[in-house]
């Protein structure tokens, strides 16, 4: 099978743990990198991946053939013009959350990626995460029976990181990390869940430092979550049934599921193992791109429609 070539636009952290997870990955590799500065493409080909080319503009390296998968890691603000440049280069990509800064982007990425028949998928890595696909099958099996009530909480002390601060970069507790408890939601509740009240402390920038949001599914099935980038919480969550209820710990990065009966009586647990959720997206977007798909399974673009339609809301209601 050819090697499947990965391009990374945009040099920064995330960027690199993205690099470094697909390092020795068989079958896939880096095969370009680009930043808007030369140097600081070549620094981070070097440190990173040193067979990949450094580009000092984006346009240079979505024009490179040999490129299946364009992998967008810029600053939020950016991800519209970034997607839409490697679209008319006819380049397949993965970008990574939130996925755009509106609703309207999005479906305007999505036009233009299905009339050139080109691949498109968010980088939700819990998606892909095998952990995930195990809450939803005990879910499914009915082994908490109806769900009545989920919870969730997503915290780090990141108040210092320039762009999260800074509006005109998309910052904000809930544009960061606010997607990943809406995500889990949204795949436990359908994705007609719908933000029914928010509570947020901002910063004089006007920028949201936490948030707690509350979604509500059908049947007045409700999700309460809080995230903030004052303070590391636990980043657990739950989800309740009627016959039992489901831990999980850490939501954005699965550690751990756990499953309890109705008298709260451990069941069974299930231990996170194998690559990393980057591993896994990059790997599952090779895998749809070689049987000649648009979309993700795991990721579908009604996912990421509805969740951008989801943050627009939220955003209003602040």
Known sequence: ????????????QI?????????????IRVAAVASREK???????????????????YEQMVDMKEIDLVYISTPNTYHYENAIL???????????????????????????AKNRNLFVCEAMWTAFMPLHKVILGWIKDGRIGSVRYMS?????DIKDVPR???????????????VYPTHLAMSVLGDDVYPIAVRCRKYSTGIDEDTTFVLEGQGGVQNVSYVTMDA????????VGDRGFIRIRNINNYESVELFDKDGKLVQKEEREGFSGYTLEVQACADAIRNGLIQCPQMPWSRTAALAGISDRVLSMM
């Open 1 to 12: 099978m050819r090697m499947f070539n990965v391009g990374i636009l945009g040099c920064g």
């Open 15 to 27: 960027a690199a743990v993205m690099a470094q997870n697909l390092a020795g990955v068989d079958g």
């Open 39 to 57: 140097k600081r493409a070549t620094a981070f080909a070097k440190k990173y991946c040193p067979d990949a080319k450094a580009f000092g503009t």
């Open 86 to 112: 490697c679209l008319k280069a006819y380049k397949n990509i993965l970008v990574e959350k939130p996925f755009t800064m509106s609703k309207a982007e999005a479906d305007s990425i999505f036009t233009e």
């Open 164 to 178: 999260l601060t800074d509006p005109m970069l998309g910052g904000g507790a809930y544009l960061d990390l606010g």
């Open 232 to 239: 590391r919480t636990d980043g657990d969550g739950s989800i």
């Open 152 to 156: 969730s909480n997503l915290g780090y």
